[in-house]
């Protein structure tokens, strides 16, 4: 009997506990899978952590092998298309080279949209590893900036921060922040 091969797209918690369900449970039954994860870090990133190297440089990421069991292997590369009748997906490597994968099952796990802000409304999205150290460095010029401004309101407009959302990492950067700086903290409800 030929292996079955299952191609997960998406390393989120998503993609990462459906490769690792299916890969148990085709060895429970005897039926062997080869299952391949595809996503386009080099590395898992543990987004409810987001908030962190946003407050300060801590490292949020796990490398694919500390992650991923022996059996599962992982392939970086950002997928372009997928041929759902002859069972193939196109993708981009690391390298930007065009590649196809066969597979005979696949889930796509590529996780949810984040709306950014408008750029006349001047926040920055907590969506990656980037936003999160965009959002430390702004912060922190702040913090410089306020420490010498004379002008009250001024001052008070420069050590404003407006956490919006209240997923699973909404309230934690606004509490790591205002820690940060002292700040008594204003809720609205």
Known sequence: MKDLTCVVVGGGHAGIYAAQAISQESQKHGRRIQVTLIDKQPYHVRKVL???PAVEAEDITVPWGRILPDGIRFV????????SGEKFLLYVDEAGDECRMDYDMLVVAAGSV????????????????????????????NLRIAARETDAQERERLLTVAVVGRASAGSRPQ???????????????
């Open 76 to 83: 970086q590369g950002m997928v372009r298309s997928v041929e």
């Open 175 to 189: 509490q790591s922040l205002l820690a940060r700086c002292g700040s008594k903290q204003k809720r609205w409800e």
């Open 50 to 52: 987001l908030f962190k």
């Open 114 to 141: 984040v709306r950014q802000p408008h750029r006349d409304q001047g926040g920055i999205a907590l969506t990656d590893k980037e936003a999160a150290v965009r959002i430390r460095k702004r912060w922190n010029k």
